[in-house]
């Protein structure tokens, strides 16, 4: 089994984020990145981690509801403000990096 943290980069809202810098910054740094996109729902999103077998998931808009739980797998929300590498620098403090 593989070390390299797996992490799922999500939206929930149609805000425009520059996540693919993110997704770009966090291969560089040795992450194995699932860039997801903007989901409908939570439980879209949820389905989508679960089949991804993420440990990870970095999401923008989710606006601190908490609704995002998933057993063995941290969620960072990301607010559509932060900068990229404050984003970057989440994920990876969750992944353990």
Request: glycine share 12%; charged share 20%.
């Amino acid at each position: 089994m593989s070390d390299v943290t797996r992490v799922l980069l999500a939206q929930l809202t149609e805000a425009e984020p520059d996540l693919s810098a993110v997704a770009r910054l966090l291969r560089d740094a040795g992450f194995d990145v699932v860039y997801g996109g903007l989901f409908g729902s939570v439980d879209d999103l949820v389905q989508a981690a679960l089949q991804e077998d993420v440990g990870v998931v970095g999401v923008i808009g989710a606006q601190g509801s908490g609704e995002i739980q998933l057993a063995d797998v941290t969620v960072v929300e990301l607010p559509e403000t932060m900068t990229v590498e404050d984003a970057v620098a989440a994920i990876k403090s969750a992944g353990g990096a």
